[in-house]
């Protein structure tokens, strides 16, 4: 093992270790009696779950997955391009950012229900709901890297005759890439978390419809089942976005390296 991977393993084996020792206290806390295994299944009544309903829990992450990406696509698309636009035209910056910070004070779970009675139990509803909780991050990122943009290179295409256009192209735009990137990955972080929340209010099919069965049907086991997966999926969305901003920005300093 190379001086990078005894690296990487002397980073992560504190937390390793911590969640050993709690899976270790929550084993034994549940053999012991101290907590029933109705109210807290033990993690070996969990993974055994996760085994004998495997096919099942395939089946319904594959419905929020598909859930969950085609609403994250859909927000972060939607997010990029209101962003371009509150850039380029100040005056609907002045009129819409302030009614867009106040939108997200709405809880999502509220915001459900609304679109159900608008557009009834088919998939768009659970889109949008996605779609909604996604676009946000992206569009605050991208107007924040617009923001940033070096101001004397700015001045300088200025002098040199170049218009808002060439300025958002050349400049503001590349610099705001960054930016991008740290937004995706919060939409990725929310999009399945969105998406479960969209499920729970009617579908036939997904790990929040498995969730709300499994939990009316006291199995608690499949409940945390469903939750591990969840987990998983969320992380692996948004090590798929880290891996993506690692191939595109190629220019940023080495983490500890000065510029200048």
Sequence with gaps: MGNKGWSSLKAIWPSAALVIILLAVWQLSVNGGLVPEWQLPSPLSIWKEIIDSWPRLIDNASATVQLALIGFAGGALAGFILAAVLHLIPFVRRAVYPLLVVSQNVPVIAIGPILTIWLGYGVLPKLILVWIVCFFPVSVAMLNGFKDTDLGLRNYLRMI??????????????????HLFSGLKIAAS??????????????????????????????????????????????????????????VIRWRPVKGERKG
């Design 161 to 178: 005759g170049a218009g808002n256009w060439t300025v958002f192209l050349r400049l503001e735009l590349p610099n705001a890439v960054t």
């Design 190 to 247: 929310y999009a399945v978390l969105s998406a479960i929340v969209a499920e729970w209010l009617g579908a036939d099919k997904g790990l929040g419809h498995y969730m709300i069965l499994s939990s009316k049907g006291y199995e608690p086991a499949r409940v945390f089942a469903a939750v591990l997966l969840i987990v998983l999926l969320s992380l692996v969305l948004y090590g798929a976005v880290a891996a993506v901003e690692k191939l």
